[in-house]
């Protein structure tokens, strides 16, 4: 719209405050592209108020220009697959992606980086966007990671984040009191914060549960509308089953070798929202007991090279959506959408510059 060999995955244990201060210093490459980028639109470009330009602009300030890839989640595998549904969220949504027996997927796994050649170890967060294709012909697209949590909660404190990340020209790298100071101004932060603590690069997409993080809306037949969040939550999925990463690549080298024993299977479940749940602040877990719909399976069968694959051409803007689901009033969902439309157009229009899968060695 992001060569070295990483270490065996070591157990989820606090970091030390050393190693807690160097991941504060860093953290703002791994927040550039963990939902996306950013940005307010109203139809206008008043020059105070943040755009998707400004936004996609410092992402490629950041993280490097690299054609036909995105701008956010540049290093990723197209995976192919469908979705069975269950009945339970039928009363709630007129969606038929919940009444149809079966609707076609297509995703895409991703690492939160703006640099395509980053290597897996880099960051401890993975993405999931998925689009399912209706029968009637409207889509359902969604994009999810597996922090629970966004840092921020608005467009404008997250573009502030950026800023205390972009290199400065003197050195080559940020000052390393910036992004440390934007937390500590940001109290909102803290909950996020609190997860990074202990979050660790994980051997494996298969054994990550996705988190949508915004609050949408589920719509029924009546037009009553209940707040929801929603994840896919592995289903018996072996943790252990993976062997210890090599090399820079090791994810989709994973997922192709789990494949080879079958589909992957993932629980979608949907939360439902009490009165006093926030439906506008991405960075606010929702706490304690809540009803939780099992809407279904999802089922993964294969995978794509992503510059090839289905999934290079989608967009997976989250407010494209079916009947029967509406966005909230999170203000990052309509700049999500806004940005990765800046991101898209810029890409397409690098077509022919994406490096091939096998290029020979000059002789």
Known sequence: MVDHSPPPRPDKVPLSSASLALRLAGIGAVVAALAGAF???????????????????????????????????????????????????????????????????????????????APDSSVPIRSLALRFKQANGQQWRTGMNSMPVFPVGTPEAFYQLQHAQTPDPATGKPNPASVPA????????????????????????????????????????????????????????????????????????????????GPLRWQLSITLATAADPTNDASKAWLGERKVLNAGTLVLESTQAQNDGECRDINYDPLVL??????????????????????????????????????????
Not at 244 to 259: S, T, Y
Request: proline share 8%; charged share 20%.
């Open 182 to 261: 934007f937390f500590a101004a940001h109290p909102e932060t803290t909950p996020f914060l609190q997860w990074v603590k202990t979050a660790r690069p994980s051997a494996s997409y298969v054994t990550e549960t996705y988190n949508s993080i915004n609050a949408f809306y589920l719509v029924n037949a009546t037009g009553q509308r209940q707040a929801v969040r929603w994840n896919v939550v592995p289903v018996a999925q072996d943790e252990a089953g993976a062997s210890a990463p090599e090399g820079a690549d090791f994810l989709e080298k994973d997922l192709v070798q789990r494949l080879k024993s």
């Open 39 to 117: 940005a307010y639109v109203n139809g206008t470009f008043d020059p105070q108020r943040l755009t998707p330009k400004a936004l996609v602009d410092v992402l490629e300030k950041n993280n490097g220009v690299h054609p036909e890839f995105r701008r956010n989640h540049a290093k990723g595998v197209c995976v192919v697959g469908y979705f069975e549904s269950t009945s339970e969220a039928r009363p709630y949504s007129t969606a038929e992606v919940f009444s149809a027996a079966r609707t076609p997927v297509v995703g895409r796994f991703a690492l939160p980086s703006g640099n395509p050649y």
């Open 322 to 363: 079916p009947s029967g689901i509406e966005g909230s009033d999170d203000p990052l969902l309509a700049a999500r959408s806004a940005a990765y439309a800046s991101s898209y157009l810029r890409r397409t229009s690098e077509i022919g510059q994406l490096p091939t899968a096998k290029q020979e060695s000059p002789q």
